[in-house]
């Protein structure tokens, strides 16, 4: 077996031990839940509620063969259970009173990253409907603690929205005129848990940015030894020169994130808006690729100058996977403004958290034998591991046998 078969497998393995099963979903749990009054009956809401039966199977026994393929047959044989538990983690309250939630009728539709169930539903209020109601969401809070439920009430023109979930459960909407800076701020966390929980955009960044504080030489200059700093890489084998100051690299992590922030930012408003659409399991195969290829640039360097080139052209492909997290938001200009800019904030503030602290860190190792081989070398092999097995089970849809906890069921 080659050296690299053999770092492979153990990058790997060590991947395999070490790291959360939780961090490593590659789309995240999101249910959408709409609203909208009604002009001949002041005391009705008329619902819909959006929530992935994937989702749905991993709480209720649905899949009765248990094949791994639900059919509508089986999705009808469990309507009653699936309108027990999902209403079940919805309150809709006017001026403090419950308003009555009654099933009305259940279909399934499809969104780009698979089937929902849909489940329509009246809400009938004591009195007519205030102009603020309050929105208690719980659904799935027991068994997934980053599910997002994403909620839009309409009335007389005027469109709210807020997203909810196990870390912010209640929401109070102004009907007559929505707050928009209430509205950023939600969707400006959600952004940030978008980030946090789904990894796979920091590793592609973490892949950028492992090389930041060195400078890459070819062989032949280490071999000439061209000076102390030159030998002390030729020591080490890595072909890597540290930097010498922390302002060049700062500049390199200004650069990298700026072309990834501008590039996803492009599509994904385009996505949002309407105007790009392409298949969930493209999408996340093509940034498993990015991965991939970032990671590797760091084990056989082909981009040493300017890497913020490839994170603007891979930026592309990530910012279709942030639109996911906002897929099937239908707002009107206004309130799609302020969700689109909040999520879009969250997204770099997220990413800031962990990449600013990354930096200075690096830059006080990076002379080390322990940077150079240790993070460098066999943590770009870990990456290179990881996402592969990413690309094989979302291109291929298939689950690898004991790997199951690396993506949701």
């Known amino acids: 077996m080659s050296r690299a078969h053999r770092a492979l497998l153990l990058s790997l393995a060590f991947a395999l031990a070490l790291l959360p099963a939780s961090a490593w979903a590659h789309k995240e749990s999101d249910a959408y839940l709409s609203l909208r009054t009604d002009a001949r009956n002041?005391?009705?809401?008329?619902?819909?509620?959006?929530?992935?039966?994937?989702?749905?199977?991993?709480?209720l026994d649905i899949d009765a063969n248990h094949d791994s393929e639900l059919t509508w047959g089986e999705v009808q044989a469990q309507r009653d259970a699936i309108e027990r538990y999902a209403l079940a983690g919805v309150r809709v309250k006017g001026d403090g009173l419950d308003c009555v939630l009654h099933p009305t009728g259940q279909l399934v539709n499809a969104h780009n990253d698979g089937a929902y169930d849909v489940i329509l539903f009246d809400a009938l209020c004591d009195k007519e409907i205030p102009n603020r109601l309050t929105l208690h969401y719980t659904l799935f809070q027991d068994v997934d603690p980053y599910h997002r439920g994403i909620v839009t009430i309409r009335h007389k023109g005027v469109t709210a929205s807020a997203v909810l979930g196990p870390k912010a459960t209640v929401a109070t909407l102004d009907l007559r005129q929505p707050d928009y800076w209430q509205q950023f701020k939600s969707f400006m966390v959600n952004g940030v848990w978008h980030?946090?929980?789904?990894?796979?955009?920091?590793?592609?960044?973490?892949?950028?940015?492992?090389?930041?504080v060195l400078i890459r030489q070819s062989r032949i200059a280490l071999a000439a030894g061209a000076g102390s700093l030159a030998d002390a890489a030729a020591d080490l084998g890595t072909g890597w020169l540290p930097v010498r100051k922390l302002s060049r690299a700062m500049i390199e992590l200004v650069k990298?994130?700026?072309?990834?922030?501008?590039?996803?930012?492009?599509?994904?408003?385009?996505?949002?808006?309407?105007?790009?659409?392409?298949?969930?399991?493209?999408?996340?195969?093509?940034?498993?690729?990015?991965?991939?290829?970032?990671?590797?640039?760091?084990?056989?360097?082909?981009?040493?100058?300017?890497?913020?080139?490839?994170?603007?052209?891979?930026?592309?492909?990530?910012?279709?996977?942030?639109?996911?997290?906002?897929?099937?938001?239908?707002?009107?200009?206004?309130?799609?403004?302020?969700?689109?800019?909040?999520?879009?904030?969250?997204?770099?503030?997220?990413?800031e958290a962990i990449v600013l602290p990354f930096l200075p860190l690096a830059f006080l190792v990076r002379r080390t034998r322990f940077y150079q081989v240790g993070v460098v070398r066999w943590g770009s092999w870990a990456i290179v591991a990881i996402a592969t097995l990413w690309l094989v089970q979302r291109a291929f849809d298939v689950v690898i046998p004991y790997t199951g906890f690396l993506t949701p069921a």
């Open 195 to 212: 980030i946090w929980t789904g990894p796979d955009h920091l590793l592609f960044i973490l892949s950028l940015l492992l090389p930041a």
């Open 42 to 59: 002041p005391k009705m809401l008329h619902g819909q509620f959006d929530i992935a039966l994937r989702d749905l199977a991993f709480v």
């Open 256 to 351: 990298v994130v700026s072309g990834f922030t501008v590039s996803h930012s492009v599509t994904l408003t385009l996505s949002v808006l309407g105007y790009v659409n392409l298949p969930s399991r493209l999408v996340e195969s093509g940034i498993a690729i990015s991965i991939i290829v970032a990671a590797l640039n760091n084990l056989h360097p082909i981009v040493t100058r300017r890497a913020w080139v490839v994170a603007f052209a891979f930026g592309f492909i990530h910012g279709l996977g942030f639109a996911s997290a906002l897929a099937g938001l239908s707002l009107p200009p206004a309130a799609m403004a302020a969700s689109l800019g909040g999520f879009s904030l969250g997204v770099e503030l997220g990413q």
